[in-house]
Structures are given as structure tokens and as C-alpha cells.
């Protein structure tokens, strides 16, 4: 059996590495857990391990919302005190407060 510790947690605001973009991750792969061809579609050179988690983030640069599949390695806490400004946001969490967004729902 897998066994994966995830470094960040659910409503944690994150930022990519290497792109330009900062997230809420609402969900949490503890591998990739995607289609071949989007894996494929990343250029080899900068292909992360499969063997990790991958996150979903509700995501935001400077031009739009959308979601975003990220690698943990690919990932860095963000630590701006910034909120998020994702339309879906308030769907799942509660008020962004103390760095983060508190869930809505309990979990199994």
C-alpha cells in the first residue's frame, strides 16, 4: 500500500515555483492521479515525479480564475497574507483568516 504524507493542507494558500500564480488547494492526490496526455503535454524536461502528491488549487494570476493541478514539488507555501480571490472560494470555504480558508463541510 502507498503511503504519502501531503506537505500542505486543505484551504492553504500556496504559489507555483517556476509560473506565476498563487492557489487555494481544495483537493489532494496523494500520486498523479491524471490523464497520460495532460503528463504527456509537459515538456519532459520539467515533467515532476508521479510518485508524489498533486494538489488542486483554485488558482489566480494576473489575467484570470481557473483550476490548476500542481506537483508538490512545483509548490511553495505562500505566506503574504493575501487572500485569494477565486469565485469559487466561498462555495467551499469560510472567510480567509489567520493566512488561510477554513472548510466549509467536515470530512470522512
Given at each position: 500500500?502507498?503511503?504519502?504524507?501531503?506537505?500542505?493542507?486543505l484551504?492553504?494558500?500556496?504559489?507555483?515555483?517556476?509560473?506565476?500564480?498563487?492557489?487555494?488547494?481544495?483537493?489532494?492526490?496523494?500520486?498523479?492521479?491524471?490523464?497520460?496526455?495532460?503528463?504527456?503535454?509537459?515538456p519532459?524536461?520539467?515533467?515532476?515525479?508521479?510518485?508524489?502528491?498533486?494538489?488542486?488549487?483554485?488558482?489566480?494570476?494576473?489575467?484570470?480564475?481557473?483550476?490548476?493541478?500542481?506537483?508538490?514539488q512545483?509548490?511553495?507555501?505562500?505566506?503574504?497574507?493575501?487572500?485569494?480571490?477565486?469565485?469559487?472560494?466561498?462555495?467551499?470555504?469560510?472567510?480567509?483568516?489567520?493566512?488561510?480558508?477554513?472548510?466549509?463541510?467536515?470530512?470522512?
Amino acid at each position: 500500500m502507498l503511503r504519502t504524507r501531503a506537505k500542505y493542507h486543505l484551504g492553504q494558500v500556496v504559489r507555483h515555483k517556476k509560473h506565476p500564480f498563487r492557489g487555494v488547494i481544495f483537493d489532494v492526490d496523494p500520486e498523479f492521479s491524471n490523464t497520460e496526455e495532460w503528463y504527456e503535454a509537459i515538456p519532459e524536461d520539467s515533467r515532476p515525479k508521479k510518485a508524489q502528491p498533486f494538489y488542486h488549487l483554485l488558482a489566480e494570476n494576473d489575467q484570470s480564475y481557473y483550476v490548476a493541478y500542481v506537483s508538490e514539488q512545483n509548490l511553495v507555501a505562500d505566506y503574504s497574507g493575501q487572500p485569494v480571490d477565486h469565485p469559487d472560494i466561498p462555495d467551499l470555504f469560510g472567510p480567509f483568516e489567520d493566512g488561510a480558508y477554513p472548510l466549509h463541510f467536515q470530512l470522512n
